[in-house]
């Protein structure tokens, strides 16, 4: 199977993309982008070359150009989110005290919105368009600050639409998951959502939160903007896509409540849809 490397953006499905890529590689060595780049490298680094020629899936969270060649010379793909609902979803993630490197800044039991909002973090402003460049890394003289709006959002483009093998979008996870996995020659990628909000726990969004978000996120905006149009311009055009769409929705509905029931054996219920109704 071929080399592959998902470019994992925080807050966008993708725990539950990289279970899929998980189960499509199975038996093939992995390295985990862990979000810190210099250590990312030297882990690697350390790696004998054996080691490193048999890693078949690169994932985690990592600038498009890593500076791993082996990661980012071979197909890289990844998914978007509507920015307001990604940040927002990263908020909520925050107050429930998964985010273990916040945790004692916004500790879950006085976790305020609007300070959280308020407090910098690198992670609600634009995120998505400055890991498709590299950020904030100064390894190449190339840094944000030194950028306006335009020459960021037109860079992140360029490198989704020429850099990448292919992109989806969490709002339309399913129809991104066949155009990827036909893209690829994948088996049917049956799967059960993961990392799911607490509904108990839910934050309540204000429209001065929502402004707020907007404002950090104009670039991410616009990118994501245009990077929904070209892939349902692609996907328009793809009158395969469409049959193989429309059949992987109707059984999806069967498999993912059968998936959730039987956990991690899960793996034999697809073993049988795949032998009842192919690859």
């Known amino acids: ?45 350390e790696l004998s070359k054996v080691e490193k020629d048999s890693v078949g899936l690169f994932t985690g969270h990592a600038p498009i150009v890593s500076g791993i060649k082996e990661a980012d010379e071979i197909p890289i793909i990844t998914i978007l989110r509507d920015p307001v609902s990604r940040v927002k979803s990263f908020c909520q993630y925050v107050s429930e005290g998964k985010s273990k490197y916040l945790l004692g800044m916004f500790p879950p039991e006085r976790f305020d919105l609007d300070e959280f909002l308020y407090s910098g973090n690198s992670e609600l402003s634009n995120l998505q368009s400055r890991m498709l460049i590299n950020y904030e890394m100064g390894e190449n003289g190339l840094l944000i600050s030194n950028l306006n709006q335009d020459e960021i959002k037109l860079m992140a483009l360029d490198n989704l639409f020429n850099k990448l093998t292919c992109y989806g979008l969490q709002e339309k996870f399913d129809e991104s998951l066949i155009h990827i996995s036909r893209k690829f020659g994948w088996k049917t990628p049956y799967y059960e959502y993961r990392n799911r909000k607490d509904l108990k726990k839910l934050l ?30 692609i996907l328009d055009l793809d009158k395969e896509y469409k049959k193989a769409y429309e059949v992987f929705r109707r059984r999806q509905k069967i498999a993912s409540p059968m998936l959730k029931l039987y956990g991690d054996t899960g793996r034999y219920v697809k073993k049988v849809f795949r032998l009842v109704f192919g690859k």
């Open 1 to 45: 199977m071929e080399k592959i490397r998902f470019l994992h953006i925080p807050k966008t499905a993708g725990s539950t993309f990289a279970r899929i890529l998980r189960n499509q590689y199975r038996g093939k060595p992995r390295f985990v982008f862990t979000g810190d780049n210099k250590i990312d490298k030297e882990r690697f680094s």
């Open 204 to 233: 309540k969004f204000e429209d001065r939160h929502i402004n707020k978000i907007k404002e950090l996120n104009e670039i991410d905006i616009a990118f994501y903007n245009e990077a929904k149009e070209r892939l349902s311009a």
